[in-house]
């Protein structure tokens, strides 16, 4: 091979792999947990919440009542901090239900161990005191 032609080849490799290292990358974000806003206004917020398998949300709380609609069958489990389970959910796909605020400093984890991605739509009240 002349020199040349071993640039093109080293040049036509680097740009490959970068481009299955940046295509892997794209897979990993659009499969990782997270919400994804839907609308918002003065009397409330809505968000889309998927989570998926071994990915739980993080420590968060909610300072206002939701509601919120399952678009996919899923049990969840809630944890506190220490990753206690202190409540969980069983949800149907295109039934909707209620969640009250929560109790004073407290926080919680959502944690999806069903072995399939759990898909919700969450409407929370911003003026419920």
């Known amino acids: 091979m002349t020199g040349r032609s071993s640039w093109r080849v080293t040049a036509a490799v680097a740009v490959a792999a970068f481009a299955a290292g940046a295509g892997a990358m794209w897979a990993q974000q659009q499969a990782a947990t997270r919400r994804e806003p839907q609308f918002e206004n003065g009397e409330l917020k809505a968000w889309k919440s998927i989570i998926y398998p071994n990915q739980p949300l993080t420590q968060h709380r909610h300072e206002h009542g939701r509601a ?6 899923g049990v969840l489990d809630v944890v506190d901090p220490t990753g206690k389970r202190i409540d969980q959910y069983h949800w149907q796909a295109g039934k909707a239900y209620w969640l009250d605020k929560d109790p004073p400093n407290t926080t919680h984890a959502d944690v999806n ?3 399939k991605v759990i898909e919700v739509i969450v409407v929370e009240l911003k003026n419920d005191r």
């Open 113 to 115: 161990n069903s072995g």
């Open 68 to 73: 919120l609609v399952a678009l996919t069958d």
